[in-house]
C-alpha cells in the first residue's frame, strides 16, 4: 500500500511541476513571436501563462506516464516578422533559452530540499507531504533539463529543427530528409531509451545521458556556492 501512494505522490508532483514548466515554455515562444512583429499568438489566445491555453490532454498525460509528450504548438506567422530571419531564430530558442533559465534557478532549490532535507516538516504525520516536495522540486528541475536537451534535437517539429530551417540558408536533401523521417527517428530514440531502461543498459537512453551532461555541471556549481 505505501508503495502505490509514493507512485501516486510522484506521479502528482510530476503532473504539479508540468503545469508550472511547460506553459512557461510555451509562453516563451508566444512572447518571442509578439516581441518580433508578429501578433498571431496573442490572436489565439496563447500569449498567457495559463497551462489550459497550452495543454493538449494527450499529450499531457504521455508526459505524465511516460516522461515523453508535447503541448499545442503555438501559432506563429514568420511574415510578421519585423526581421524574418532574427524572428525566426528567437522564437526557435525561446522556450528552450526559458527552460535553461528556470533549470539553473530551480536547481538550488532542488539540492536545498532533496540533498540537505531544508524546508521539510519534521513530524511523523508529514512523510508523504515531505516526499511530494522532494519529488517536486526534483521534477522542477530535470523536468527544465529534459525539455531543454529534447527540444534542441535537430528534428522536426522540435524547436532544434527550427533554429536549424531559420540558420540554414540552402534546403538540401539533409534538411527534406529530417523533415520527412524524423518522426521515426524520434520514436527510434525512445523505443532505445524504454529498451535500454529494462535491459540496464544506461547509455541506451540516449536522452537521459545527454540530460545527464547537461545537469551535472549545472548541480555542481550550485553544490560549490551551497555549502
Known amino acids: 500500500m505505501e508503495r502505490i501512494i509514493l507512485t501516486f505522490v510522484q506521479y502528482l508532483a510530476n503532473?504539479?511541476?508540468?503545469?508550472?514548466?511547460?506553459?512557461?515554455?510555451?509562453?516563451?515562444?508566444?512572447?518571442?513571436?509578439?516581441?518580433?512583429?508578429?501578433?498571431?499568438?496573442?490572436?489565439?489566445?496563447?500569449?498567457?501563462?495559463?497551462?489550459?491555453?497550452?495543454?493538449?490532454?494527450?499529450?499531457?498525460?504521455?508526459?505524465?506516464?511516460?516522461?515523453?509528450?508535447?503541448?499545442?504548438?503555438?501559432?506563429?506567422?514568420?511574415?510578421?516578422?519585423?526581421?524574418?530571419?532574427?524572428?525566426?531564430?528567437?522564437?526557435?530558442?525561446?522556450?528552450?533559452?526559458?527552460?535553461?533559465?528556470?533549470?539553473?534557478?530551480?536547481?538550488?532549490?532542488?539540492?536545498?530540499?532533496?540533498?540537505?532535507?531544508?524546508?521539510?516538516?519534521?513530524?511523523?504525520?508529514?512523510?508523504?507531504?515531505?516526499?511530494?516536495?522532494?519529488?517536486?522540486?526534483?521534477?522542477?528541475?530535470?523536468?527544465?533539463?529534459?525539455?531543454?536537451?529534447f527540444n534542441l534535437l535537430p528534428l522536426y517539429p522540435l524547436d532544434g529543427f527550427r533554429l536549424y530551417d531559420a540558420l540554414s540558408t540552402r534546403k538540401g536533401k539533409f534538411y527534406y530528409y529530417l523533415r520527412k523521417y524524423s518522426g521515426y527517428i524520434l520514436l527510434g530514440i525512445l523505443l532505445l531509451g524504454y529498451i535500454g531502461d529494462i535491459v540496464g543498459v544506461p547509455w541506451l537512453d540516449f536522452i537521459s545521458v545527454l540530460i545527464g551532461y547537461v545537469s551535472k555541471p549545472i548541480a555542481a556549481f550550485w553544490r560549490l556556492i551551497i555549502k
Open 15 to 149: 503532473f504539479v511541476a508540468i503545469i508550472i514548466v511547460l506553459p512557461c515554455h510555451e509562453f516563451a515562444h508566444a512572447f518571442a513571436a509578439v516581441k518580433c512583429g508578429d501578433d498571431t499568438p496573442k490572436l489565439a489566445g496563447r500569449y498567457t501563462l495559463n497551462p489550459l491555453a497550452h495543454f493538449d490532454p494527450l499529450g499531457l498525460a504521455m508526459l505524465i506516464l511516460l516522461r515523453f509528450g508535447w503541448a499545442k504548438p503555438v501559432p506563429v506567422n514568420p511574415n510578421n516578422f519585423r526581421d524574418y530571419k532574427r524572428g525566426c531564430v528567437w522564437v526557435s530558442i525561446a522556450g528552450v533559452l526559458t527552460n535553461l533559465v528556470l533549470a539553473f534557478l530551480f536547481c538550488p532549490l532542488m539540492i536545498l530540499v532533496c540533498e540537505k532535507y531544508i524546508f521539510l516538516i519534521t513530524a511523523e504525520w508529514a512523510t508523504y507531504i515531505n516526499y511530494f516536495v522532494i519529488y517536486f522540486f526534483y521534477a522542477l528541475y530535470f523536468i527544465n533539463v529534459g525539455l531543454f536537451v
